[in-house]
């Protein structure tokens, strides 16, 4: 897991709270600042059609946005949107596109976009675009993810690598937090599966 500089000295740390589904976040009793990751789902990959001899690409990576030092002394709860992996396609057609995580307190919102669903087509099986970032003092985007025809992953978030694609085989879930899901260069043999992409995560660092 990638780790952030705190904003304020390490003796004010209170706690992190991870969410790993949407919810609500309320401040601890203590609590006066917090640092903010919201990092977005992955794609899912595109099936293999050996009947039409297309390829599917790998799912792209989920975005993060990153903000330090925000101060929640005057804020009651935040919602919390996780996004969930784009599904890996079954069939013969494009993978599913990774859900958008956020913060949102009313005051300072951070969007994390998922990263966009592989491609079948004809020719390379396009990997799916890497998910955008608005709102934080850093904003990062995911990395596209790999066509079909070059045998390349699924795209990357903050966390790592996206799944494996599958060559004449199914293509990989994805298995870290934003990643995209492989997808399959299935230009002959059996039609093949995409992978699918892993869900989003939010993290919140509170200072007293």
Known sequence: MSSITPAVPAAGYIGTQVFTASGTYTPSENARLIDIQVTGAGG???AGDNSHHDRGGSGGGGATAIKHGVDVSGIVSATITVGAGGAGNTGTGDGAAGGDSAYDDGTTVLTAGGGGGGVNDSTSGTGGD???AT?????ISGTRGGNASNNTPGGSS???SGGELGVLANGDDAV???TGGGGTNAYSGSDRDGGDGF???VIIREFA
């Not at 709102?135 to 904003?139: F, I, K, S, T, V």
Request: avoid cysteine; proline fraction near 0%.
């Open 176 to 178: 870290i937090y934003g």
């Open 130 to 132: 890497g998910g955008v």
């Open 44 to 46: 899912g990959g595109a």
């Open 199 to 201: 869900q989003g995560v």
């Open 135 to 139: 709102g934080g003092d850093l904003n």
């Open 158 to 160: 903050i966390y790592g």
